[in-house]
Every structure is written in C-alpha cells, then in structure tokens.
C-alpha cells in the first residue's frame, strides 16, 4: 500500500509528531511505502529519512521550498497514493485540497477547540468543510467532543508506541533512585516541578528533566531506561510505563495519579493528560504522590501495567486498526 503521512510539522520533538515517526516506522516494516509530508521538515524527517521514508514539505510540485536534504516536492499524481493519515486542521486541508478523491484517515491527538476572541481555530480543530473519510481519536474525551461540538463520529484507537524502542527490562529496586520529569509543558521553575522535587527529596533520589524546558532529546528510551519513577502527560507518561517504569500523570492539567490497571482505565478516557473526566483538575500535593508510588511499588504492577499497554497501546496493534481502516475506505 503507497501511504502519505502528514502532520503540522516534523521538526519537534513532541506528541503528534512522535506518534508520525512511530507508526510510519512501523508501516515501513510491514512493507508499505510510506511518504511523510510537512511544511516544516526537520529532526523527525531526519529519523524517518534514515529508515527510507521519503519526507516533502510542499504539495505543489513547484519546488520552490526546498530544503536539503530531504526531497522537496511531492510529484505523485492524484490517485498515486492508496491513502493518507494525518493530524492538524490546516495539513488535513491541504492533503484534501491537493488530493480530491483520496481516502484520508484524519488523527485527533488532543482537546478540540479555538479562541473565542478572535475566531482563531487551533491546530487539533476538526476539518468540517470538506470530506473526511475517517476520524479516529485517541481517547473517549476527544471523541465525545467530537460528537457533541461538531456532530462527527470517530473511532477510538489509543496513542501508538515501539515497545522494541520502549524495552521492558530489569526489575523495580526497593525503592526509587532516579525520578524523570518527561515534558515539553513546563519549566524547571514553579509549582508543578517543585511537588516532583519534593517527592524525589522524600526517597533521597536523583532528580532529572527532559524536554523542551529541561534538556531536549529524541533519546527518551536511553534516560527513561536509568529512571524508576517517570512523571509527565500523555506520551511521555506512558513511555515509562512501556519500559516497565512506575508512571505518574502530573502536569498543567493536574494530577491523574500513579497508573496502575486501576487507574488506567479512568485515565486513558482524557489520553492521561491529568484532565478529570468531570470538573477542573488539580495538583496534588508530594505527600499525597509518594503515597500511591508506595502503594504501586511492587513488581505485579508493572507487570500488569505492561499487559495493558501491549494490549491498547503497541504500534503494532494500533497499525493493524488503522490499516484495516484504510482497506475498507480503499474498496
């Protein structure tokens, strides 16, 4: 199957475009050709270069922004490709308006909104004016927003990970040495970090951050590897739990908590972001996180957690929907 991916852009490291590098690699090894496209290429396109993925930035075939070295112009004819998947309002209309009758299966990653003020749609906003073949969601929170906002149905299938990338390896010590903060949403100063320092102060443990505000890095597999505890929302908590880490869900939203079976089934409804499902979130205090990381702190849990995650989570269930998906738009 020829496939075109697409999303805002391919040159941060964060959410959506994770999720890009992460199922396109995987429809790579299933043998499909894969082409990414973005107007802003960069380390992502980098990674999906080097596996043979070929990455464009422009649509029109004019070449007129090319930016080595990566293929600056997407050639094919309509019809060349078999089906597109992509995130964001503005690349989804370009993909439609480029490709009349190709089949698009359209990514929701996060809440659905604009400004009321200035009338300013957001990148998650859905594309209401031209046909969208498939919506899928990635958690029951966006899809009811979904629903009831904008009257579009859409399937749930949950944010995809490499557990080849994500190791589960070794086993929890008697108590944490290395807490992670994993997250491009706050800085190393303010109140949602120092709760983080404060659990680590309690356990005598090392306290590290990466992301955007911390230490930027694509190796998040290398560092969540030599951490116990991994703090952050979505993706980022999630990553640690893949690689058998205890996983807290803290951030701008609130606290969601320790995952654990529980509570996973409460906190994938909002794509563990620390959103409640009713009402405002809140943070909790450190006294209050060390005592479910105790409570959690047992080998059972991980593993359970890890059956979850192989279940709901592993890119290589999440391609097989999605393609099962693209098959039938296709006939």
Known sequence: ????????????????????????????????????????????????????VKCVNTLNGDGSHQIKPFNPVLEEAEGKFDVAICAHYEITKEIRRKFSKLPIIAVC????????????????????????????????????LLKSVYNIDSVVIRNCFDLE???????????????LVNSNYWGVDGEINDIIKDVAKHYDAKFIGIGANFVPTYETDLVIKDADVVFGMGRSVIEGVCAGKIGVV??????????????????????????????????????????????????????????????????????????????????
């Open 1 to 52: 199957m020829k496939i075109l991916v697409a999303n805002q852009t391919l040159d941060i490291l964060a959410g959506s475009e994770t999720y890009i590098l992460t199922m396109a690699t995987e429809l790579k090894r299933l043998g499909h050709e894969v082409t990414a496209f973005s107007p802003q290429l960069g380390i992502i396109a980098t990674k999906l270069e080097a596996i043979g």
């Open 165 to 179: 990338r994500f190791k589960k390896e070794g086993k929890l010590k008697e108590k944490p040495e290395t807490i």
């Open 250 to 331: 803290h951030g701008r939203w609130g606290t969601g908590g320790v995952i654990t079976p529980e509570t996973y089934k409460t906190l994938k409804l909002t794509n563990f972001s620390g959103r409640p499902v009713k009402g405002e979130g809140k943070l909790l205090s450190a006294n209050e996180i060390i005592e479910q990381i105790d409570n959690a702190w047992n080998q059972k849990t991980v593993n359970a957690n890890y059956a979850i995650i192989k279940k709901e989570n592993d890119v290589k269930v999440v391609a097989e929907k999605l393609l099962a998906i693209a098959n039938e738009l296709i006939k």
């Open 109 to 144: 990653h996060g809440i659905i909104h604009s400004n009321p003020k200035t009338g300013e749609i957001f990148p998650e906003h859905p594309v209401t004016d031209m046909n969208i073949n498939q919506y899928i969601a990635v958690s029951e929170e966006v899809q009811n």
